[in-house]
């Protein structure tokens, strides 16, 4: 039975790198990244920044499973821009990222390879000046319960470790807590069956 992943790594903010080949400039802008929208937004400000470039190539991960992704080569060779714009991405195992390497030509062509290269360099070097992090995958769940079920309910609470999210104490009590993916099945089989404690993932 495979390990339920229950965490992630991304990057906490923006980060720029640089790569020079024989006249060609490549400028390396990394980002935390959620949606399409905000990439259509980075790259039209950076259309504006680098106006005279000829390509602004990218690549993005993202979702906590790591699902959904896309390398974008915007008029270099097939596969010669975005996908090893996406293998330094994947290489440092980092998702809800985009990458943008803007290219300048500098008048000698670099082949296929030579492009690949300094696509690949660039985004490495951005990627390298970011501050990477490891976010934990949560889920929530919300128990009801009665007011003579507190002491019980709060013990196995604490026994687990939980991060209590909201709560309302009264005569009918409800309790929301977030835990880390991997421990969902842990917490079902704590409080379910309890009499006059009832638990529901959200």
């Known amino acids: 039975m495979s390990e339920i992943k229950d965490s992630y ?3 906490t903010s923006p980060s720029e790198g640089f790569f020079k080949d024989r006249g060609s400039k490549f400028f390396g802008y990394a980002y935390p990244y959620t949606s399409e929208e905000e990439l259509k937004a980075i790259i039209e400000v950076l259309k504006k920044e680098h106006h005279t470039a000829r390509h602004h190539c990218y690549a993005y991960r993202f979702k906590q499973d790591y699902s ?3 390398a974008n080569d915007d008029g270099e060779p097939t596969n010669a821009a975005g996908k090893p714009i996406l293998g330094q991405i994947d290489a440092k195992d980092l998702t809800n990222v ?24 660039a985004a490495l070097e951005a990627l390298n000046n970011a501050e990477i992090i490891e976010c934990t995958i949560d889920e929530e769940f ?21 991060d209590i999210v909201s709560q309302k104490m009264e005569m009918d009590c409800k309790i929301i807590f977030s835990i880390r993916k991997k421990e969902v099945q842990k917490a079902q089989d704590k409080f379910t ?3 006059n404690i009832y638990i529901k993932q959200i």
């Open 9 to 11: 790594k991304t990057i």
């Open 68 to 70: 959904v992704y896309r």
């Open 98 to 121: 985009a990458v943008v390497v803007v290219r300048y030509f500098g008048g000698t062509k670099l082949g296929v390879g030579g492009m690949m290269n300094a696509y690949k360099t």
């Open 142 to 162: 919300e128990i009801s319960f009665g007011y003579p079920e507190m002491n019980t309910v709060m013990r196995f609470i604490k026994d687990l470790g939980v």
């Open 193 to 195: 069956g309890l009499k």
